[in-house]
């Protein structure tokens, strides 16, 4: 019997976890897919918003505030990437001036610190690649960058090092009420809770229709985004995330630099039927290119590595839903997160921890108990060779490049493979140390991965998978369907 059963191991079930970790209770985690981070929370701008966008008084509002505050502080402890860079909002029309000032007063509304209006020559000066048309433009100095594979994998194993569980290839399949407890069927397998958490992202609604009364239905449309990635010769094009002023479907076309030192271009919003689909369209990618083109000029698209489209888990009243289910005591939704979900996240694991806590009386665990921290994985691109020299004295595999285009050592990809939750597929190395994920996507390093696969987990070459059950990289060696030659009457072959 589990106290807590969190269903969905993206960037807001995982912070849930590990704040829930700080109570004497037994938690779960089970997620769908072969490992966290794997829908949401990995294809995403990767923005920590400062908070000015959110309506007062809703609860994207509240959070979003809230979570960048928490954003910066929980980094010390955790050691994910995280960068205060700033962001402007851009304006290029003086008959659009107005949009700006409104988002000035609503992001003061919210708490918001340091916000003003900047003219074009200090735009300029700030950004020198800026759209000609550009009059003005809201400077948000809280706004940041985050790595959000690292956020989401830092507080799952925060999580699992104070005791929760997490199981994965684990989808829900059905949710019952059983006397004074759940029974949750995840994986084949059903588990017994006194509450549960539906974190499950586009697929929350599916999960609280389980338990829903007819006149409490949810609906989750899946929004969109499609992204150019270029490569980290363009990573400067920038220096701080530049938006669009927002409409009715988001905050528009962004041009930013990512923590790992790539410009990130996007993303569109197109509210689709398919809450699988991730494909990329040509007229998506156009969209992203012209739109970019209104704010920041000449961006250097021949410098793309990669596209990738990402789901927001969109509801029409546009704000989160967060709380117990009508009808359905000790069943938590923690629903409809999207932008700024990711930097509400903290915020939000806070928030539904505390509800659960109070639900259920749980009670702290003693002081001293609970480790608020976790230890990093060191950074090779960031470091100068006098301190990567040392690594290397202490631990020569740290010299031995598996990862060129993003000088990840053996030693890194060791050191995350013996960490729980184990990564145990392409894609999971790829989060926690950024392998595979340089201009080559892979190319050089892929076999080097899957031998370090093979040799510290034990894993057979045709149980690797860039992604989980469906995506095995091998299929077969080379022999395996050469027939041996026949032999004729005199022993010789035919």
Request: a negative charge; glycine letters at 10%; charged letters at 20%.
């Amino acid at each position: 019997m589990f106290d807590v059963i969190v269903i969905g191991a993206g960037v807001s079930g995982c912070a849930i976890a590990r704040e829930l970790a700080r109570y004497d209770a037994r938690v779960c985690v089970v997620e769908r897919e072969e490992d966290v981070c794997c829908g949401t929370s990995k294809a995403n701008s990767a923005i920590v918003h400062a908070g000015f966008d959110a309506q007062p008084g809703t609860l994207m509002g509240k959070l979003n505030a809230e979570g960048n505050r928490l954003m910066y502080e929980w980094a010390k402890d955790l050691n994910f990437g995280v960068l205060p860079i700033g962001s402007l909002v851009v304006c290029v029309s003086e008959s659009d001036l107005a949009g700006l000032y409104m988002l000035l007063e609503r992001g003061e509304k919210n708490g918001v610190p340091g916000l003003r209006i900047i003219d074009r020559k200090e735009l300029l000066e700030m950004e020198p690649h800026i759209a000609d048309k550009a009059v003005a433009a809201l400077w948000a100095p809280t706004g940041g960058i985050v790595d959000p594979f690292g956020l989401t994998v830092a507080l799952a194993e925060n999580a699992a090092s104070n005791g929760v569980e997490f199981r994965f290839n684990a989808p829900v399949t059905t949710v019952s009420r059983d006397g004074d407890h759940w029974c949750v069927t995840a994986g084949g397998e059903t588990l017994q809770t006194r509450a549960v958490i539906n974190a499950a992202g586009v697929y929350a609604d599916t999960i609280h229709n389980l338990v829903a009364e007819e006149d409490d239905r949810l609906t989750i449309v899946p929004r969109k985004g499609e992204y150019y990635l270029l490569d980290t010769t363009a990573g400067d094009y920038v220096h701080h995330t530049v938006f669009m002023l927002p409409t009715s479907m988001g905050k528009g076309v962004l041009v930013s630099p990512t923590v790992h030192g790539n410009l990130l271009v996007g993303p569109t919003a197109t509210d689709i039927d398919n809450k699988e689909g991730t494909n990329t369209t040509a007229l998506g990618l156009a969209e992203v290119a012209l739109k970019s083109s209104l704010t920041v000029k000449d961006v250097p698209l021949r410098e793309v590595i990669t596209t990738f489209a990402g789901l927001r888990a969109h509801q029409d009243k546009h704000d989160f839903v967060i709380g117990e289910v009508k009808g359905a005591p000790g069943f938590f939704d923690c629903a409809a997160i999207e932008s700024p979900g990711l930097t509400s996240a903290p915020a939000i694991g806070v928030m539904v921890s505390g509800m659960v806590a109070e639900a259920l009386s749980l009670s702290q665990k003693p002081e001293g108990v609970f480790n608020p921290t976790r230890p990093g994985v060191p950074n090779l691109m960031n470091m100068d060779f006098d301190e990567w020299d040392k690594l290397c004295q202490e631990n020569p595999a740290y010299g031995n490049i598996i990862c060129r285009c993003c000088r990840v050592s053996e030693a890194q990809i060791v050191d995350v493979m013996h960490r729980t939750p184990t990564p145990r597929s392409l894609d999971a190395i790829k989060r926690r140390t950024s392998a595979t994920m340089g201009r080559c996507q892979g190319g050089f390093c892929t076999p080097k991965i899957m031998e370090l696969l093979v040799r510290e987990l034990g894993m057979s070459p045709q149980e690797i998978t860039k992604h989980g059950p469906g995506s095995e990289l091998l299929v077969g060696t080379n022999k395996d369907h050469i027939k041996a030659p026949v032999q004729d009457q005199e022993g010789g072959e035919a």
